[in-house]
């Protein structure tokens, strides 16, 4: 069972505009160019912050155009947020707050062996990293710019706590990088 943060981000390091915008990416390619059908098959509990969560309720449409689903996921999800929220029908969503170490025990319960993904964003990504329970970054870098936005990942990881796994080419604007997180390797938060 691994901790993953699988994400898309621009050139530029950003997963989002500065208004949670996702528009950028899906011009760049489709799910199946992608490595996503693999992924999720292997995922079973998602960690998603609220941000990420609400772009998913405000853009059902495009959601089910692109997944075919409003709610794409069948694994149970933890939204990590201090407000209330609406739910999703017939979703198993759990909405939770406070430090990731608590939460992450009883996802991994749940996953019975499976991965947990940390869906978004860049700073719940961050907090199971600084927790040590991050073991790896699959970023999907697209051919596009933003200049301003949502960070891929705010916080300063330094060699040699991330080694390059793997790079694979998906489609014609899109590039997979895997990295794995070496705990106890130099890092700051």
């Not at 490595?35 to 609220?50: H, K, N, Q, T, W």
Request: glycine share 10%; no cysteine.
């Amino acid at each position: 069972m691994k901790t993953q943060y699988y994400v898309a981000s621009t050139l530029d390091g950003f997963i989002a505009t500065e208004g949670d915008s996702l528009d950028w990416l899906f011009p760049l390619g489709s799910l199946e160019e992608s490595s996503y059908p693999e992924f999720i098959r292997d995922v079973g509990a998602l960690a998603m912050g609220a941000a990420t969560y609400e772009w998913m309720l405000h853009n059902a449409e495009t959601v089910a155009r692109e997944t075919g689903s409003p709610w794409p996921y069948t694994q149970p999800a933890w939204v990590f947020t201090r407000r209330n929220l609406p739910t999703v029908p017939n979703a198993d969503i759990r909405f939770v707050q406070g430090d990731v170490v608590a939460v992450h025990r009883e996802m991994s319960r749940v996953a019975d062996g499976k991965n947990i993904w940390v869906v978004g964003g860049g700073d719940l990504a961050g907090q199971f990293h600084d927790a040590g329970l991050l073991d790896e970054l699959i970023v999907q870098i697209g051919s596009a710019t933003l200049g301003a936005g949502k960070p891929l990942f705010p916080r300063q990881v330094l060699s040699p706590a991330l080694h390059l796994a793997s790079v694979r080419k998906l489609g014609g604007e899109m590039v997979e990088l895997r990295y794995q997180i070496r705990r106890g390797a130099a890092a700051a938060g």
